[in-house]
């Protein structure tokens, strides 16, 4: 290395690095740590602020931010929409194909069969107030979409552009939002910067409501490369209480070219919408994993979602019977189950292969199963994602408040356990986020009415800013590319997130724990782009840390959360929840709450719902 280097001695770099003899013992073994000095393309100190001032800020341009903001605006307040992306065009909302509506004229089952059958295939694990929910108010939200020509199309942006130009609700494009602020115990804000522009923005709001989306660790073919955890990490950084981090997204990919997203979503991405009925499944959990895990090699599936298998072994996780035939519907439970747990292990007893369902890729009407593919498959490829709707903030009731006053989450970024620990419902995705998102935005309009404006001081500010614009300062450091690399090295193997062991998590803890307190601090940004990347980064390692302890604090597996030194279900004790949150020494806490309760604002205090 040059003696000197834009003006930077090497002794300078060396104290920069954390202190030169653990980085020099590390270079001296060939490592490729990415420590290099910043170059910064613009100066930050000359970046512009500006403050924005609304009733109702909604975070988030997918299905669940259009309804929000549409719903609220009619409730009567002043609204503003913010996306990281470009309206209907970010998150999951582009590639979902596929919303369920319940028309009670037309299906045979009742609501209350509906959220009985859904509550028996999510194991207990889904919320019924929210599964119900669901069902009441789909088909009003499906006859909005039809009125604004979401159907006549497969890109959304004209048919989510519709409501929102005729209200005149304002709306900013490419803004990564980095920071929710609270004051007086209530959120009155938040902050982030425009990818666009060289500015950093200050929304003052009386209410905020979390329309983020969920979030992976940038996994290769699928698509959720923007999605990184972003409301529920702003969230718990405030206090917020968060939940289902120990369950798992479980959409494979192709064999062939996996990181392929356009090639593994086939045609998906040229069809329109379309509506679908009650198909109540027990869909994507980790059977594919284990097969995998058992066997030692790629899975060979006969149709996805999840298809027949060729190369089955025995054991694996659970699934109630009747939903082992074609699309789930089967007969009555095998196996002398009862109550939802199977009868224990005979000494030197075996089970049998389950069997699974066989229904392929959507059609053209968007039915059928998940997307996915025949013949021989990858899984990992939405590593880091939760079930839809089982993961985000925990509410306190259902109108989709958080634990924090004036503070609501709807769709993917609430977890609501609308669908329970496991994909239960085909469709129900999209259309729970456009139900959440309406009554978060009526709610959230109403709340405002009764708030009286909050001005952030000027300290705050500032100190946001700071922590907005730090990685662009730093002199040198290490690129959000490598923290990223690393991360997903240490999460996204079969062993540590899908087939789960104590001492492999622990493991993998350790590596997480050293990325957050030796890593992140000293991620560098060059540019607005970078900025976004860093913020993203450090998003993404506090999630996996989350994923990480909730998975070895639930000893037993359960839907789309297995451990193979826990194989069974534990009724006994683990019929329960499990929250996260930020206590005040920073470190993060876990808790219990049993199922059919609501959390409290208070820690451990729980309180009976009626379903």
Same mark, same amino acid.
């Not at 909302?93 to 009742?110: H, N, Q, R, V, W």
């Not at 497969?154 to 709306?171: A, T, V």
């Not at 590596?511 to 998003?539: F, G, I, M, Q, W």
């Given at each position: ?10 002794r300078k770099?060396?104290? $920069? ?6 980085? #020099? =013992? ?23 602020k ?45 590639? #979902? ?24 295939? #999510? ?9 119900r ?17 979401f159907?006549e199309s ?18 900013h ?26 500015k ?35 969230? *718990? ?14 959409? &494979? ?22 509506t679908t ?7 994507l ?18 149709? &996805? ?7 089955s ?17 089967g ?10 747990? /199977?009868?224990?292990r005979?000494?030197?007893?075996d ?11 959507p ?18 490829? %939405?590593?880091?994602? %939760?079930?839809?709707? =089982? ?31 496991i ?6 995705? @999209? ?13 959230? =309009? ?8 909050? %001005?952030?001081? =000027?300290?705050? $500010?500032?100190? +946001?800013?700071?922590?907005? $614009? ?7 450091? *290490? ?10 090295? +240490?999460?996204i193997?079969?062993?540590?997130? *899908? ?9 993998? $803890?350790?590596?997480?724990?050293? @990325? ?37 604090? /639930?000893?037993?597996? /359960? ?18 929840? +499990? ?14 709450q &049993? ?17």
């Open positions: 290395m040059k003696t000197e280097t834009n003006n930077l001695s090497r770099f060396i104290a $920069l690095a954390g202190g030169g003899v653990g980085f #020099a =013992a590390i270079a001296g073994l060939g490592m490729n740590i990415d420590w290099a000095l910043n170059n910064p393309e613009i100066d930050a100190d000359t970046i512009l500006n403050t924005i001032n609304t009733d109702v800020l909604v975070v988030g341009g997918g299905m669940a931010g259009l309804f929000a903001a549409v719903k609220a605006h009619d409730a009567g307040a002043k609204v503003m929409l913010v996306s990281k992306g470009r309206l209907g065009a970010s998150g999951q909302t582009p590639f #979902a194909k596929g919303i369920f509506a319940y028309d009670k004229e037309k299906e045979k089952l009742s609501i209350d069969e509906f959220v009985a059958k859904v509550s028996r295939s #999510a194991l207990g694990t889904n919320n019924q107030t929210y599964t929910q669901l069902a009441e108010h789909s088909l009003a939200r499906v006859n909005e979409l039809k009125e604004w020509g159907f497969s890109l959304y942006n004209k048919s989510f552009s519709k409501p929102i130009e005729e209200r005149n609700i304002p709306m494009e490419r803004v990564t939002i980095t920071h929710l602020i609270k004051e007086d115990d209530r959120v009155v804000g938040a902050a982030g910067f425009s990818i666009d522009e060289q950093v923005l200050f929304y003052q709001a009386k209410s905020v409501i979390l329309c983020t989306g969920a979030g992976g660790f940038k996994p290769n073919g699928f698509p959720i490369c923007d999605l990184t955890h972003d409301g529920t990490v702003m969230a *718990y950084n405030i206090g917020a209480k968060v939940t289902g981090k120990e369950w798992n997204d479980g959409h &494979p990919a192709r064999g062939e070219n996996p990181a392929a997203c356009y090639d593994g979503w086939g045609d998906m991405f040229e069809q329109k919408p379309s009925s009650i198909e109540v499944r027990h869909d959990g980790v059977d594919m994993n284990y097969m995998a895990y058992m066997s030692g090699g790629v899975a060979q599936m006969g149709r &996805p979602g999840m298809g027949k298998q060729e190369n072994v025995s054991g694996g996780p659970y699934r109630p019977e009747e939903f082992s035939s074609e699309k789930g519907q007969g009555p439970s095998k196996d002398g189950e009862k109550d939802g747990k /199977r009868p224990p005979k000494d030197g007893e089970r049998p292969p389950r069997k699974e369902g066989e229904d392929g890729p059609g053209k009407e968007g039915k059928g199963g998940p997307p996915g593919m025949g013949g021989g498959v990858v899984g990992g490829s %939405s590593a880091g994602m %939760s079930i839809h709707k =089982a993961e985000g903030l925990v509410p306190i009731n259902d109108t989709c408040e958080s634990t924090i006053p004036g503070l609501y989450a709807a769709g993917d970024a609430l977890g609501s356990y609308m669908a329970g620990g994909y239960t419902q085909i469709g129900s995705s @999209l259309s729970g986020s456009a139900v959440q998102g309406a009554i978060a935005g009526e709610t959230a =309009a109403k709340y405002s009415k009764n708030i009286k404006a909050h %001005s952030i001081s =000027a300290s705050k $500010l500032n100190a +946001i800013e700071e922590d907005i $614009l730090a990685p662009l300062k730093k002199e040198a450091g *290490y690129s959000p590319a490598w923290v990223t690399q690393t991360l997903q090295s +240490i999460m193997p079969n062993f540590i997130i *899908y087939i789960k062991k104590e001492n492999l998590m622990k493991a993998a $803890l350790a590596y997480v724990e050293e @990325l957050r307190d030796h890593h992140v601090p000293h991620l560098r940004a060059s540019n607005l782009h970078e900025l976004r990347l860093a913020h993203e980064t450090k998003n993404m390692v506090i999630s996996a840390e989350m994923k990480l302890r909730a998975s070895l604090m /639930r000893k037993e597996s /359960r839907c789309s959360h297995y451990r193979l030194d826990y194989p069974e279900l534990d009724n006994e004790n683990w019929q329960a929840w +499990i929250n996260i949150f930020k206590a005040e020494d920073g470190t993060m806490q876990l808790e219990k &049993p199922f059919n309760t609501w959390a409290t604002v208070e820690t451990n205090s729980k309180v009976e719902f009626n379903s």
